[in-house]
């Protein structure tokens, strides 16, 4: 005989007052079993996924961080040339639209050597805006690129002034070996404009893909110059580029009076950097294809172009064999002819201690090339282009007979 499961009636009364009438077995009358209590997730349910979950915002902040290097944040990505177009619009806004827009192009050599304060060309409404828009290591498929992402930007000068010495029409590297120290600097319009100076486009293009998949590792050094300097020792630092950087572009040499041991190891520096172009000077095809197009970009934007050679020391001219830098001189002029492009030859006679290294002006040296500069050759070029009117006193003795 099985035993009964039901309560006394005495219980079954209690339980029904206080609401917890069950019945013995588990089971209500007439109804369903209760269903099975859901089991806590265990611990590695748990932690996977808290991994997707971390993996997830790494991929969200990589990907945020590229979207932002390729649009809004410019110098985060390429701090010389986006602090400089930063500054560039800021004056834009401030000066009168009447003003033209004169940019000096090129590579430490005038990113040090000319002060676009000190050429003395006005400030009023009808003055020309000059901008040192010259970047470091700078060969001339840089100076290329460097046009192709101001217009890419809005930014069309009326003028432009391109730094031009023999031996830096030299280089003929194909683009994938001349950014591949600074393939993230560049964007993906950057690319299409370095196609056609390639060998080898995929090695380029594979590069920065790699690069942009993990920009807060590719670019941490430009990052930590931005939010947190001193965390960095100061040779990894490039907050100088723009904290050293004046109104008008324009980057004064570090050292205003450097030390003898200082010019002392800057000069061999030089030398060994230059010693490939001291017998012999022959100019790269990718050179003047660059040169080539950068022409025609002016030719077809109506933007006047012109050339200027930077000064040199003597010291530094004579580690060239005789009659090379004439040589190189002559060929630079018969290129310039071809293409129909003034050229302002370096005729200043600069003193040794003026340097740094024998090819970067220092800040004395800088103000008194740039002043000459102006003087014998920008503003007459400027005046000859129409973008600039003629002195009063001038206009006044071309008028007498």
Avoid at 59 to 79: K, Q
Avoid at 82 to 87: C, V
Avoid at 112 to 128: V, W
Avoid at 372 to 382: D, G, I, M, S, T
């Amino acid at each position: 005989m099985k035993p009964s499961t039901q309560r006394p009636p005495a219980l079954r009364l209690i339980a029904v007052v206080t609401g917890e009438h069950r019945p013995l077995s588990g089971k209500k009358e007439g109804q369903n079993p209760p269903q099975t209590r859901r089991k806590a997730p265990s611990r590695q349910s748990r932690a996977k996924r808290s991994l997707l979950g971390g993996m997830l915002l790494v991929a969200l902040l990589h990907l945020g961080l590229a979207g932002l290097l390729e649009t809004a944040c410019p110098h985060w990505r390429d701090p010389e040339f986006g602090h400089r177009l930063h500054q560039l619009r800021r004056l834009q806004q401030q000066a009168a639209a009447s003003r033209p827009l004169v940019l000096i192009l090129g590579t430490s050599r005038a990113q040090n050597g000319l002060q676009p304060s000190a050429m003395l060309l006005g400030d009023g409404s009808s003055s020309p805006l000059v901008f040192n828009y010259a970047l470091t290591g700078s060969p001339p498929l840089k100076v290329l690129l460097t046009l192709h992402r101001l217009l890419d930007c809005g930014i069309v000068p009326d003028a432009i002034l391109v730094e031009l010495l023999p031996l830096w029409l030299a280089s003929d590297a194909p683009a994938e070996v001349v950014f591949a120290p600074t393939a993230e600097r560049l964007s993906w319009s950057d690319l299409h404009h370095l196609r056609p100076y390639c060998a080898d486009f995929d090695l380029l293009y594979w590069h920065w893909w790699k690069l942009r998949l993990t920009p807060w590792s590719t670019q941490r050094v430009i990052l930590k110059s931005h939010w947190c300097p001193r965390w960095l020792p100061w040779n990894e630092r490039v907050d100088p580029f723009w904290t050293g950087m004046t109104a008008d572009g324009f980057m004064p040499f570090l050292y205003a009076e450097p030390t003898p041991e200082f010019r002392q190891r800057t000069c061999e520096h030089a030398r060994r950097e230059y010693a490939y172009a001291f017998g012999g000077i022959t100019f790269g095809e990718r050179s003047i294809q660059a040169m080539e197009e950068l022409v025609a970009i002016c030719r077809q934007r109506g933007i006047a172009l012109a050339w200027f050679e930077p000064p040199t020391s003597p010291r530094f001219r004579s580690w060239f064999a005789a009659g090379v830098w004439e040589r190189g001189q002559q060929d630079m002029l018969a290129l310039a002819q071809q293409w129909n492009i003034p050229v302002f030859l370096s005729t200043l006679e600069m003193r040794e201690e003026e340097f740094a290294d024998g090819h970067h002006l220092l800040r004395a040296g800088a103000a008194r090339y740039s002043q000459w500069l102006a003087e014998q050759h920008v503003r007459p070029w400027l005046t000859s282009s129409g973008l600039i009117s003629s002195p009063p006193s001038e206009s006044k003795s071309r008028a007498k007979p």
